[in-house]
């Protein structure tokens, strides 16, 4: 009980940390994207954080920790009065020693992260009120259920499967939705011509680096969080193969980038640390430091592959969100069974892991966005993607003072 204060204050730190990152994503995918579409990209960024929390308040919590259940789909209860805290409001520890307010807050920060990656994904073409239904179902039920599978006792923990903090329960869960948006969408106009990619430049690369250092920083919280305590060890460690990963990630894609491409593009580089910290997410707290280089080096490598293949499938993904959550998030759950110090975790079990997660991202990503396309529409009209979401959707301006035709 002594450790209650030191490993509470840690974890809130690090939910605050975690609560930051959505500035960094939002910087991320402004700067990557056309000036008249950044009202609308902040717009869903701050609404996916707000009514994330109070949709993982009422019910994402209590279905992604039900307590003792068939390890598929339980509930506890609406809301966060329900029967478990009925000992009283402000003595439940718990775990390692910290308060049950505290382990909501930090997962709550996590759940909506997972609509952010499909934010950026979708950008520049996709009406907001679709998104916003499509957000408040993926986040308020199918992410709770899936992350039940392992982060509540479910089937998969019973397995062995190992995901430390998220390649495959955050960023592969949004990556997947944001596969099959990109799909139903259909690409953004004069992304492709003659079947050949062309690029769109973002208006604001300084942004988008910035973004990319807020992210960084914020992955301190996001999996040095994880630990769930202070305990010096393990959140050392953890901290260490994280930042080793992204480092190695970056340069390596960087490098990759030049070989094939003959320039250094930045945007990859910001890209191949984003994908070394994906990649390490699920291994951070069983790797050792040269096994995180490694894991972050591949993953600089699929970074620049996975962008190329994405074009190649002629899907348009502004901000290369498929190729660093989902592919690298397949990478970096597939790694722990190669990497892991822990004999007993196995690249069967972590691959069967990644298919169980593809089943339910895919399925249900699926049929709530087709249902969306064939109902209300999810596209734009050509006049409001040309002309900007801003002016169209919003009545705004992000620049009011400074105009610039990027049509």
């Not at 996590?110 to 993926?138: D, H």
């Not at 953890?238 to 990630?249: I, Q």
Request: aromatic share 12%; with cysteine; net charge negative.
């Amino acid at each position: 009980m002594e450790q209650l204060p030191i490993n509470n204050v840690w974890m809130m730190i690090c939910t605050a940390l975690v609560f930051f990152m959505h500035l960094g994503f939002a910087f991320l995918e402004i700067g990557l994207t056309r000036q008249k579409n950044t009202i609308n990209i902040l717009f869903k960024n701050i609404f996916i954080i707000t009514v994330g929390l109070l949709l993982y308040c009422l019910i994402g919590f209590n279905l992604m920790y039900p307590g003792d259940f068939n390890g598929f789909i339980g509930f506890s209860g609406f809301g966060l009065d329900s029967p478990k805290t009925a000992e009283g409001l402000l003595d439940l520890t718990y775990n390692k020693g910290y308060t049950y307010w505290t382990d909501f807050l930090f997962q709550g920060m996590f759940a909506a992260t997972a609509a952010t990656i499909v934010s950026g994904a979708v950008a520049e073409r996709m009406k907001l009120v679709p998104f916003m239904i499509f957000t408040i179902i993926y986040v308020g039920v199918i992410y709770p259920i899936a992350g039940s599978w392992k982060w509540g006792g479910g089937f998969l923990e019973d397995m062995g499967f190992h995901d430390f903090a998220g390649s495959t329960l955050v960023h592969s869960v949004g990556g997947w939705a944001a596969l099959i948006a990109v799909w139903l969408l259909g690409a953004r106009i004069g992304k492709f011509k003659d079947g050949k990619p062309q690029a769109i430049p973002g208006h604001n690369i300084p942004l988008a680096t910035a973004g990319v250092l807020i992210l960084w920083l914020g992955w301190f919280g996001f999996n040095g969080g994880s630990v769930l305590s202070a305990e010096p060890g393990g959140t050392s460690l953890v901290l260490v193969t994280t930042c080793l990963a992204a480092a190695a990630g970056g340069i390596v894609s960087m490098l990759t980038s030049t070989i094939m491409y003959k320039n250094l593009d930045l945007t990859m580089f910001l890209n191949g640390i984003l994908g070394g910290l994906v990649g390490i997410t699920a291994s951070a707290d069983v790797v050792t430091p040269t096994s995180a280089i490694i894991i972050g080096a591949i993953a600089g490598v699929i970074i620049v592959l996975g962008v190329s293949l994405v074009d190649k499938l002629k899907l348009d993904d502004p901000v290369g969100a498929i190729a660093v959550h989902l592919i690298c998030g397949i990478w970096g759950t597939l790694a722990v069974g190669i990497f892991s110090t822990n004999a007993e975790h196995s690249f069967v079990t972590q691959l069967i892991g990644v298919l169980c997660y593809a089943g339910i991202c895919l399925i249900s990503s699926f049929l709530i966005i087709y249902v969306l396309k064939a109902t209300m529409g999810i596209r734009v009209s050509e006049k409001e993607e040309l002309e900007g979401l801003d002016a169209h959707e919003h009545g705004m301006d992000a620049y009011a003072d400074f105009r610039m035709n990027d049509h």
